[in-house]
Nanobody
Framework: QVQLVESGGGLVQAGGSLRLSCEASGTIFSINGMAWYRQAPGKQRELVATITRGGFTIYADSAKGRFTISRNNAKNTVYLQMNSLKPEDTGVYYC?????????????WGQGTQVTVSS
């Protein structure tokens, strides 16, 4: 069984920065893609950024130029550095990872961390 635990959320003023972290633990053979999603109140969950094991990244248009996704494969951890935050970035941020446990492969989710950006 795999657990993903996010941290780093909080309340910040517009223009500020936050760094989210997500660490995977449990029975892990390898982790393929890792990603951050967010869900604003009353809206569907949306992709913010994703990163392959080799470091190839893709960003949502809303995140380009302001957010940076990175990972430490040795620590099974993915990060999201968020700069120039806007009120519309407010939401619950979820970590997702494609985890191989040897015989099984699963897309795992964290419990989410709240990010609130005040104007």
């Amino acid at each position: 069984q795999v657990q993903l635990v996010e941290s780093g959320g909080g309340l910040v003023q517009a223009g500020g920065s936050l760094r989210l972290s997500c660490e995977a633990s449990g029975t892990i053979f390898s982790i393929n893609g890792m990603a951050w999603y967010r869900q604003a109140p009353g809206k569907q969950r949306e992709l913010v950024a994703t990163i392959t094991r080799g470091g190839f990244t893709i960003y949502a248009d809303s995140a380009k130029g302001r957010f940076t996704i990175s990972r430490n494969n040795a620590k099974n951890t993915v990060y999201l550095q968020m700069n120039s935050l806007k009120p519309e970035d407010t939401g619950v941020y979820y970590c997702n990872a494609g985890v191989s446990s040897g015989l099984a492969y699963a897309s795992s989710w964290g419990q989410g961390t709240q990010v609130t950006v005040s104007s």
